[in-house]
């Protein structure tokens, strides 16, 4: 059974830093894209960042954390993470990681919650003074 496990949320004042986690389980990470996706109180969830398979994949991220997030892989412990810096309050959310078997690059357009075939359960990140 797949299994995605997140880590590493917490509360952080603005400005402040935290590392993600996103753990695997019965998937190979290596071999597809995974996603970090993010979803504020009351709002639809949206994508983040994107990291495509290990051999020739890509990376990218959405305008909201470009330049402040840094998206990584660990194959040996079949993991991603998502290392957030320059915190603020709009950061605040639960950050979901997901991944699909229909993708080995990352796109624009795939950051759609609707593609993904597996999703980890959350991990909440406050950002407050």
């Known amino acids: 059974q797949v299994q995605l496990v997140e880590s590493g949320g917490g509360l952080v004042q603005p400005g402040g830093s935290l590392r993600l986690s996103c753990a695997a389980s019965?998937?190979?990470?290596?071999?597809?894209?995974t996603y970090w996706f993010r979803q504020a109180p009351g709002k639809e969830r949206e994508g983040a960042s994107c990291i495509g398979r290990a051999r020739d994949g890509n990376i990218l991220y959405t305008d909201a954390v470009k330049g402040r997030f840094t998206i990584s892989r660990d194959d040996d412990k079949n993991t991603v993470y998502l290392q957030m810096t320059s915190l603020n309050v709009e950061d605040t959310a639960t950050y979901y990681c997901?991944?699909?078997?229909?993708?080995?690059?990352?796109?624009?357009?795939?950051?759609?919650?609707?593609?993904?075939?597996?999703w980890g359960q959350g991990t909440q990140v406050a950002v407050s003074s």
């Open positions: 997901a991944t699909t078997y229909k993708d080995y690059y990352c796109s624009d357009w795939k950051f759609d919650a609707s593609r993904m075939d597996y």
């Open positions: 019965e998937f190979d990470l290596k071999n597809y894209a």
